[in-house]
């Protein structure tokens, strides 16, 4: 069964540092979702993106938050520089148009 | 923000037993989903409910949707040990948008 994948799982930062997240889809999905879930939260929406676009990227802080999905496939979610609120899972997802989305496992974010 | 709000905010059985989650949005939907999310893992989608139909089921779920009270509830029956994780609902953000708006979630503990 297809599923989307993330790497890295785990990522232990120093505050200022920069990191990177990435997620491959799954084949066929035009849309791609990046979500942060705080501990105890529910997952909320960083950016999606349709194929290669933005489409949404209202609540992404975009002064150290920055994605890019270069070929409309796989995509990078990038902090620079880290900080200590920023320690929070990432999860990735995508979907077909106006269907479920599936989500990765997603990649655990600590920022010292 | 978050649109949808889930009900309880924990709730805790023995194996076999039903559990019921109610869900609580604010603004017109198109449709309403389900997902579930093991202890630092993705999550997972369960049940996706059209603005349109009324009960769905698959398996041991069931969901519900009142559109005229915002509401939706999912129930799980005959509930087993590895039923154990947060569900939550989901909204999409209406306008013809697939953005998600996630509530809180429900942490439900089934004790064998």
């Known amino acids: 069964e297809a599923e989307v994948a993330q790497s890295p799982r785990y990522k232990i930062t120093e505050k200022s540092q920069a990191v990177a997240f990435w997620c491959d889809p799954i084949?066929?999905?035009?849309?791609l979702y990046w979500y942060r879930q705080i501990l105890g939260q529910g997952p909320e929406l960083l950016v999606q993106?349709?194929?290669?676009?933005?489409?949404?990227d209202s609540q992404l802080p975009k002064d150290r938050f920055s994605a890019e999905r270069l070929k409309g496939v796989d995509s990078t979610l990038k902090i620079q520089p880290a900080e200590l609120g920023d320690s929070a899972m990432y999860l990735c997802?995508?979907?077909?148009?106006?269907?479920?989305?599936?989500f990765g496992p997603g990649t655990r974010l600590t920022v010292l | 923000s978050q649109q949808g709000e889930e009900d309880p905010q924990a709730l805790s059985i023995q194996e076999g037993e039903n559990a019921t989650m109610n869900c609580s949005y604010k603004?017109?939907?198109?449709?309403l989903q389900w997902y579930r999310q093991n202890s630092g893992r993705g999550l997972v989608h369960l049940i996706l409910?059209?603005?349109?139909?009324r009960e769905k089921h698959s398996g041991r779920l069931r969901v519900t949707l009142d559109t005229s009270k915002k509401s939706s509830s999912l129930l799980i029956t005959a509930s087993r040990a590895a039923d154990t994780a947060s569900y939550f609902c989901?909204?999409?953000?209406?306008?013809?948008?697939?953005?998600?708006?996630f509530g809180k979630g429900t942490k439900l503990t089934v004790n064998p």
């Open positions: 997802a995508s979907s077909q148009r106006g269907n479920e989305q599936f």
């Open positions: 084949s066929g999905h035009a849309t």
């Open positions: 993106f349709q194929d290669e676009s933005v489409v949404d």
């Open positions: 603004t017109s939907i198109n449709n």
């Open positions: 409910i059209r603005s349109n139909e």
């Open positions: 989901a909204t999409d953000a209406g306008g013809g948008s697939e953005k998600l708006v």
